[in-house]
Every structure is written in structure tokens, then in C-alpha cells.
């Protein structure tokens, strides 16, 4: 099976958002979509792992921040590859509340969510979400899952749904994969630009997450 045929299933770049009690947090999620007009209610999965799942659990609440092309890729770093077990990943991303929920300001739409069902999967929760509140943050075009890969060349760590471990790769990338490249040790993104990575500026920094230069590991 070539499990990246799934990747033409179309998706979004979201930030889930909740609170823990004290703080708010979240996690990027692709897997977010409206299951009903009347009343409007979305679904979203969450893995078993996440900070972000226990959180939703305990609160019944989640907010979803659509991002969109113009949205800062570290943004995506910190929330889909860092744990809010570990840090607070709202210190480093302007918020506004509404109906007490964290909205990443740097987002084009926003919908809050109070949960009224949810089916557990041997990894993650699927949530059914009825939709209390929503509206437009900006008129930028949403991120679709498809721009992340092609365009900012994001990858999808192993909590998300859609992740594809080497296994599974097609004989083609496993060619692809045996050619000298750069990759980011801590968000997985790929340098693909035409400079020579050697060239680039000490100050180079990963454009998804933002960690320096110096954490990029050479794969042959
Ligand atoms: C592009 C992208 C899509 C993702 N989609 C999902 C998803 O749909 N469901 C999920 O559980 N995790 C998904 N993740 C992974 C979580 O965002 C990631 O595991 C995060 O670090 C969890 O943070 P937390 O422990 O603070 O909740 C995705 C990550 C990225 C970068």
C-alpha cells in the first residue's frame, strides 16, 4: 500500500486550543472538519499522547485557530512539535480570548467549541465538537494541509493521523532519501533551497520552528 495516497485526502493547518486549568495550550492538528450545519458541529483527532487531549478531556472545551499561508511557521513548530507537558507554548504566540478561549491572533479564522461527543481509536479521540462561537481573524487565504507540505515543506511528526514512518515509503523517496541532505533534528523540515546549506548565514534559522542552524543534521 502506498500510504501517501492519503496525503490527497484534503485537510487544514489548525491550532487546537484549551485551557489546563491555569494556562492555556494547544497543538497543531490537520484533522479538523464540519460534520453538521444545523447545528454546526466539527470533529477534530487528537492522539492519546497529546497534553492537549487531557486537557479537552477534563475541560469539555476546545477552540480551533485556522491558520493561513501568511501564518509564522514557528508557530507550527512550537505547537505541532513541542509538548505543553514541557513548555508554555502560548508565551512565545499572541492570543485573544473569546468566549474565554485562546485564539492565536496570527490565524485568519476561529471557532469555539464545547464537546459533546467523542469515540476513542486505539490512538487518538475523535471529538465531536458543537460550535458555540466563530468569525473571520483576517481575509488571508486558510493554510491547507497540501501548502504546508509543498510549499513551507513541513512534515508531519508521529502524533498526527497522517504520519507516514520510513516503512512506508515509496521506492521513489527511498531513492530520494539516499541523496546528501540537511534536515532539522528538531521539526524534521528538509533544507531544499538552492544555496548550498554550507553557504547559508550563521544566523540561519529553520523556518518552521526556528532553532538555529547549527541543529541541522547532514543525512546521507
Ligand atoms: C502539520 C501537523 C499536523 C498535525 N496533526 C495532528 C492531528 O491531527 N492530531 C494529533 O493528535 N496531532 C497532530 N499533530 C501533532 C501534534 O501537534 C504534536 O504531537 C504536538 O506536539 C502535541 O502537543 P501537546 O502534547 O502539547 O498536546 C500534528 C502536527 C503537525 C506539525
Partial sequence: MNQKALWNLSYGVYIVSVWDGE???GCVVNSAMQITAEPA??????????YTNGCIEKTGRFAITVLSEKTEPSIIGTFGFQTGKEINKF????????????????????LVCEVINKMETSTHTVF?????DADFISDEEPMTYSYYH??????????????IGVENE????????????YVCS???YEYTGDIPFEDLPEDYVCPVCGQPKSVFVKKE
Fill in 128 to 132: 465531536l465538537g458543537k460550535v458555540l
Fill in 170 to 181: 515509496t521506492e521513489e523517496n527511498k531513492l530520494k532519501e539516499k541523496r546528501a541532505k
Fill in 41 to 50: 458541529t466539527v470533529a477534530i483527532s487528537v492522539h492519546h499522547d497529546n
Fill in 150 to 163: 509543498k510549499v513551507i515543506k513541513g512534515k508531519s511528526p508521529k502524533n498526527a493521523p497522517t504520519y
Fill in 91 to 110: 508565551d512565545s504566540v499572541k492570543y485573544d480570548l473569546k468566549n474565554d478561549m485562546p485564539i492565536v491572533k496570527d490565524g485568519c479564522a476561529y
Fill in 23 to 25: 494556562r492555556p495550550t
Fill in 186 to 188: 528538531i521539526c524534521g
